[in-house]
């Protein structure tokens, strides 16, 4: 996978440097490895499952060169890391039996929420699928606008309502409206209040209820808009948002700009949710869908 030049120099090179003259793996070696993943924002406990996987090695093999342990990492994360459901979303072939495929997309402000609606707009509809919006983010002056721009770069309708309006309505009218032009794919905006726990939860409870009236199991995606660079503050938006609702994806944004990519690995085994997209630039075609061989190529290689 491309646009990962910056996570994966800072990975490789700070592992390589704690192998510098050393022929096998000790506590020293482990000691730095675990400091280079722990600042590559892996994560502490992520990051800890993996040095007792490798001690683990250690104490079998009794002896394993730090060549090996490269090797030996690669597979441990790969592990670590879920892969997404076989031929999707990468293919888009969703299920469209029961269309349309609803995704709501949630996520507090500045993540990158309404790109990444852009560009999976754009990639929906490059795989040759008919893409509307609902702009349900009511409640930040500018987000209707925002996605207005993206609708219009992308080339999909856009369904609103403006600025105060119920975002639950703003749902229901989008999602009704792609049934009955036959549409096959949604993405609904949501507001991300974070500070306000309880208006969220009924918020997203009450859009979610909506949707999965007109069309039955919908919304079949809740998709989870996390900024990798702020790492941490990533992982803590993750949780927070599991407690509300039930996420079934993540799209990590801004990959391209952090050497601490190691947060694709953290949160995907800490949440038990996959990572599904990562985006890694600010234009339309800057997202990719996520794939777990792929990515621990691109680190690794
Ligand atoms: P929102 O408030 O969550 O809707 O965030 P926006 O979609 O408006 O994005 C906030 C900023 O992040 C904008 O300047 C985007 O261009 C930028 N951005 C979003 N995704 C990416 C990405 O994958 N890489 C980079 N470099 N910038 C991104």
């Given at each position: 996978?491309?646009g990962?030049?910056?996570?994966?120099s800072?990975?490789?090179?700070k592992?390589?440097k704690?192998?510098v003259?050393?022929d096998?793996?000790?506590?020293?070696?482990?000691?730095?490895?675990?400091?280079?993943?722990?600042?590559s924002?892996v994560g502490?406990k992520?990051?800890?499952?993996v040095?007792?996987r490798?001690?683990?090695?250690v104490a079998?093999?009794k002896?394993?060169?730090?060549?090996e342990?490269?090797?030996?990492?690669?597979e441990e994360?790969?592990?670590?890391l879920i892969?997404n459901?076989?031929?999707?979303?990468a293919?888009f072939?969703?299920?469209?039996?029961?269309?349309?495929?609803v995704?709501?997309?949630v996520?507090?402000?500045?993540v990158g929420k309404t790109?990444?609606?852009g560009?999976?707009?754009h990639?929906y509809?490059?795989?040759?699928?008919n893409?509307m919006?609902?702009?349900?983010?009511?409640?930040r002056?500018?987000?209707?606008e925002?996605?207005k721009?993206?609708?219009e770069r992308a080339?999909v309708t856009?369904?609103?309502?403006?600025q105060?309006?119920?975002?639950?309505?703003?749902?229901?009218?989008t999602?009704a409206s792609?049934k009955s032009?036959?549409?096959d794919v949604?993405?609904?905006d949501?507001?991300g209040?974070l500070?306000?726990?309880?208006?969220?939860?009924?918020?997203?409870?009450?859009?979610?209820?909506?949707?999965?009236?007109?069309?039955?199991?919908?919304?079949?995606e809740?998709?989870?808009?996390?900024?990798?660079?702020?790492g941490?503050?990533?992982?803590q938006q993750?949780?927070a948002?599991?407690e509300?609702?039930d996420?079934?994806g993540?799209a990590?944004?801004?990959?391209?700009?952090t050497?601490?990519?190691?947060?694709?690995?953290?949160i995907?085994?800490?949440m038990s949710?996959?990572?599904?997209?990562i985006?890694?630039g600010e234009?339309?075609?800057?997202?990719q869908?996520?794939?777990?061989a792929?990515?621990?190529?691109?680190?690794f290689?």
């Open positions: 996978q491309e990962l030049e910056k996570t994966r800072g990975f490789l090179d592992i390589s704690t192998l003259g050393k096998k793996v000790d506590d020293e070696v482990l000691d730095d490895l675990e400091e280079v993943l722990i600042t924002d502490v992520t990051t800890l499952e040095i007792r490798i001690e683990e090695r079998r093999d002896y394993v060169s730090s060549s342990l490269q090797n030996i990492l690669r994360i790969t592990d670590l892969e459901e076989p031929g999707r979303p293919e072939d969703a299920d469209l039996s029961n269309k349309p495929h995704i709501m997309v996520g507090v402000n500045g790109t990444t609606i560009k999976l707009s990639m509809k490059e795989a040759g699928k893409v919006l609902g702009a349900g983010d009511t409640f002056a500018g987000a209707v925002q996605l721009i993206w609708s080339g856009l369904i609103q309502q403006g105060g309006a119920d975002p639950a309505a703003v749902a229901f009218d999602v792609a032009k036959g549409a949604v993405l609904v949501t507001a209040r500070h306000n726990r309880k208006a969220l939860m009924s918020e997203l409870g009450k859009i979610k209820r909506v949707m999965g009236k007109v069309v039955e199991g919908a919304p079949h809740v998709l989870l808009v996390l900024d990798a660079s702020t941490q503050n990533a992982m993750a949780k948002f599991t509300v609702v996420v079934t993540l990590l944004t801004k990959l391209d700009g050497a601490k990519g190691g947060i694709v690995i953290g995907s085994h800490e949710v996959p990572v599904k997209y985006g890694v234009k339309i075609e800057d997202l869908v996520f794939e777990r792929g990515f621990v190529n691109a680190l290689s």
